[in-house]
């Protein structure tokens, strides 16, 4: 039986709705499916280290939207990522601007492009652009 939180709901990374960091939840950084959880624990410190970083550009540019940051293995393999992916470590999230005008993405990418410590990329799915983020080197090829 897991760990219970005041309110009666699962406590800790079961709970989709515990805060990570002071923007964003479990929920966010698994895409609230339980099979995404992940188990260990370097990749659950590396998720909040992420989120802390991810809460900086939520503090300047405003509502970031998280459209995948946390991938096991088997998720990753599934949906087509590169078998090297970021994203298996907690490293890596891909984002938007929610409701933002074309002039403040390109301020929020270039700001990416001149200061984030990591890859950045520029990403399509599903005929939506995406930014991707991650904390290693940059993740070429599939």
Request: charged share 25%.
């Amino acid at each position: 039986m897991p760990k219970l939180n005041k309110r009666g709901k699962p406590s800790g990374w079961k709970n989709f709705d515990s805060k990570i960091s002071k923007y964003f939840t479990v929920g966010d950084a698994v895409n609230h499916d339980v099979k995404r959880i992940p188990s260990n624990i370097v990749v659950k410190q590396r998720i909040k280290k992420l989120a802390k970083e991810l809460d900086k550009l939520q503090e300047q540019f405003g509502q970031i939207q998280i459209n995948s940051w946390y991938r096991p293995k088997a998720v990753n393999d599934a949906i087509g990522g590169a078998s090297n992916s970021q994203h298996i470590q907690g490293w890596a999230a891909d984002i938007e601007l929610k409701g933002k005008n074309n002039r403040l993405r390109k301020e929020f990418e270039n700001w990416l492009n001149k200061n984030w410590k990591g890859g950045v990329g520029l990403g399509i799915a599903s005929g939506k652009t995406y930014t991707h983020i991650d904390r290693g080197p940059i993740v070429t090829g599939k």
